[in-house]
T-cell receptor, first 113, second 114 residues
């Protein structure tokens, strides 16, 4: 039972254009959502997050949008840069006091120069 | 700060062997986690700990054991290794009560069981 789904295994975007990565979830108890970025042979690193009380959070080139009614979130990267090429994981947490995260399967983003 | 460190980086085990994956963090984080990542899959939680002396099972605990005797260390033990345990293992930590849910990850251990 995949509670967090990233239906696009890969995405290619031209440098300078917008990259949009999508994530869907099924568990209505999730109240906090995060995006992680992972380069080969490294551990994931935190990118940006959003609480369920918000519908948008912005940090520089990265913006996360949350649509609670659709149980959908997206990560926008604009403008896309070659260094953004990585695997992006969506993760979600419910406030049960242990801060466990449930991860999606990831989307490999390739930025074409 | 070294952050989260994991040893070894790579290991090849024969079926039935045992080993311990080491994880240490120097950020004084209360919470620590072990994940495995199989090819094309997301990270699945094996075990987690909310403090020294307290551990609990995650989504895929079978075949593994953990202990947490100090805040800094959270070793993962594999007993009787099986080919299904071939994976990349990540250790992570987070600050309890921060409500940011941000976890800091180590670089991973790539384990092959043959």
């Amino acid at each position: 039972d995949q509670q967090v789904k990233q239906n696009s295994p890969s995405l290619s975007v031209q440098e300078g254009r917008i990259s949009i990565l999508n994530c869907d979830y099924t568990n209505s108890m999730f109240d906090y959502f995060l995006w992680y970025k992972k380069y080969p042979a490294e551990g994931p690193t935190f990118l940006i997050s959003i609480s369920s009380i918000k519908d948008k959070n912005e940090d520089g080139r990265f913006t996360v949008f949350l649509n609670k009614s659709a149980k959908h979130l997206s990560l926008h990267i604009v403008p896309s840069q070659p260094g953004d090429s990585a695997v992006y994981f969506c993760a979600a947490s419910a406030n049960f006091g242990n801060e466990k995260l449930t991860f999606g399967t990831g989307t490999r983003l390739t930025i074409i120069p | 700060n070294a952050g989260v460190t994991q040893t070894p980086k790579f290991r090849i085990l024969k079926i039935g062997q045992s080993m311990t994956l080491q994880c240490t963090q120097d950020m004084n984080h209360n919470y620590m986690y072990w994940y495995r990542q199989d090819p094309g899959m997301g990270l699945k939680l094996i075990y987690y700990s909310v403090g020294a002396g307290i551990t609990d099972k995650g989504e895929v605990p079978n075949g593994y054991n953990v202990s947490r005797s100090t805040t800094e260390d959270f070793p993962l033990r594999l007993e009787l290794a099986a080919p299904s345990q071939t994976s990349v293992y990540f250790c992570a930590s987070s600050l309890a009560g921060s409500r940011s849910y941000e976890q800091y990850f180590g670089p991973g251990t790539r384990l092959t069981v043959t």
